[in-house]
């Protein structure tokens, strides 16, 4: 169903869907009149939805340029406490719509594009730390390198 070119998400007949940035997040771009009025809620594709879990996309941001609104939650919500949704003449993809009481809201602005970019420089420092400790936990396992007794190695 999916094709990427880096992080870019679309569908196999070229329509544009989102993004998925370097901290595990979906980025989706709607207008104010996709929103869900009987459901009070946002939909999302539901074979889209099952692609994002299985590689490990973890939150979901969907950006309301009209609204200059960011609504972001974790998509296990989708999963957990979605609703399915068909639309009644089949014309449409089935989707999971998502009440707005599970998103947390942002104002669309330049500090938000800015608070995003240290999330992510914060998130890759992290990843760097945990890698150093695991690098040192196994040094630590396998002893210093010229211990080849310890490794089971006798020359």
Same mark, same amino acid.
């Given at each position: 169903?999916?094709?990427?070119?880096?992080?870019?998400?679309?569908?196999?007949?070229? $329509?544009?869907?989102?993004?998925?940035?370097?901290?595990?997040?979906?980025?989706?771009?709607?207008?104010?009149?996709?929103?869900?009025?009987?459901?009070?809620?946002?939909?999302?594709?539901?074979?889209?939805? $099952?692609?994002?879990?299985?590689?490990?996309?973890?939150?979901?941001?969907?950006? /309301?340029?009209?609204?200059?609104? /960011?609504?972001?939650?974790?998509?296990?919500?989708?999963?957990?406490?979605?609703?399915?949704?068909?639309?009644?003449?089949?014309?449409?993809?089935?989707?999971?719509?998502?009440?707005?009481?599970?998103?947390?809201?942002?104002?669309?602005? $330049?500090?938000?594009?800015?608070?995003?970019?240290?999330?992510?420089?914060?998130?890759?420092?992290?990843?760097?730390?945990?890698?150093?400790?695991?690098? /040192?936990?196994?040094?630590?396992?396998?002893?210093?390198?010229?211990?080849?007794?310890?490794?089971?190695?006798?020359?």
């Amino acid at each position: 169903m999916l094709i990427g070119s880096g992080k870019i998400v679309r569908f196999l007949n070229g $329509k544009k869907l989102g993004v998925i940035r370097s901290d595990k997040t979906f980025l989706t771009f709607r207008k104010k009149e996709h929103f869900f009025k009987i459901y009070n809620g946002w939909g999302i594709n539901k074979v889209l939805l $099952k692609e994002l879990e299985d590689i490990g996309v973890e939150y979901i941001e969907i950006i /309301v340029r009209d609204e200059k609104t /960011v609504y972001r939650t974790k998509l296990i919500n989708f999963i957990l406490n979605g609703i399915e949704y068909q639309n009644p003449k089949n014309e449409k993809d089935e989707q999971i719509i998502l009440a707005k009481d599970y998103f947390e809201t942002f104002p669309l602005d $330049k500090n938000y594009a800015r608070k995003v970019r240290e999330e992510i420089k914060k998130k890759k420092e992290e990843r760097k730390e945990m890698l150093k400790k695991k690098e /040192v936990n196994l040094l630590n396992w396998f002893g210093e390198k010229n211990d080849r007794k310890n490794w089971g190695i006798v020359k």
